[in-house]
């Protein structure tokens, strides 16, 4: 009995969290970076997997009533974490924010910026993105 009074004590504090919880900061969070990035309404349905324009300012109109797909909780991780990393490698705001329109030779991006990358559609391109980013914030891939 112990081990499991204890096991409930050492729980991590988002454990508590519920998925509505998550979806309405991701939202919001997603919102900010949007406008940090300059993203066209279409370039955030593109991100978030193409919900239909009327799902989409459903969401934005009242984050906490949202229930997301996983795919797109998932989306937005990528999204938060990409952002997160740029923040980190480029502390200068601005210069984060505009790195994901330039373009870049790296080899995931082939001259393109990795707004064009994210936007190709699939989860597994913001996923390339984000390991981009931890790769170089980790010392390797630049």
């Given at each position: 009995?112990?081990?499991?009074?204890?096991?409930?004590?050492?729980?991590?504090?988002?454990?508590?969290?519920?998925?509505?919880?998550?979806?309405?900061?991701?939202?919001?969070?997603?919102?900010?970076?949007?406008?940090?990035?300059?993203?066209?309404?279409?370039?955030?349905?593109?991100?978030?997997?193409?919900?239909?324009?009327?799902?989409?300012?459903?969401?934005?109109?009242?984050?906490?009533?949202?229930?997301?797909?996983?795919?797109?909780?998932?989306?937005?991780?990528?999204?938060?974490?990409?952002y997160?990393?740029?923040?980190?490698?480029?502390p200068?705001?601005?210069?984060?924010?505009?790195?994901?329109?330039?373009?870049?030779?790296?080899?995931?991006?082939?001259?393109?910026?990795?707004?064009?990358?994210?936007?190709?559609?699939?989860?597994?391109?913001?996923?390339?993105?984000?390991?981009?980013l931890?790769?170089?914030?980790?010392?390797?891939?630049?």
């Open positions: 009995m112990a081990a499991i009074v204890h096991a409930q004590e050492s729980s991590p504090q988002w454990a508590s969290v519920s998925p509505e919880q998550m979806a309405a900061a991701g939202l919001r969070a997603f919102e900010r970076i949007a406008q940090a990035w300059g993203l066209s309404i279409d370039e955030q349905l593109a991100l978030l997997g193409q919900p239909s324009r009327s799902t989409f300012f459903a969401w934005r109109r009242a984050p906490e009533s949202a229930r997301l797909p996983r795919d797109t909780l998932e989306r937005l991780s990528y999204l938060l974490g990409i997160k990393s740029l923040q980190i490698l480029l200068e705001p601005a210069a984060a924010d505009a790195w994901v329109r330039r373009p870049n030779d790296a080899p995931p991006f082939g001259g393109g910026s990795a707004l064009q990358r994210m936007l190709a559609g699939n989860v597994a391109d913001l996923h390339l993105v984000r390991s981009y931890d790769g170089v914030r980790g010392g390797g891939w630049a």
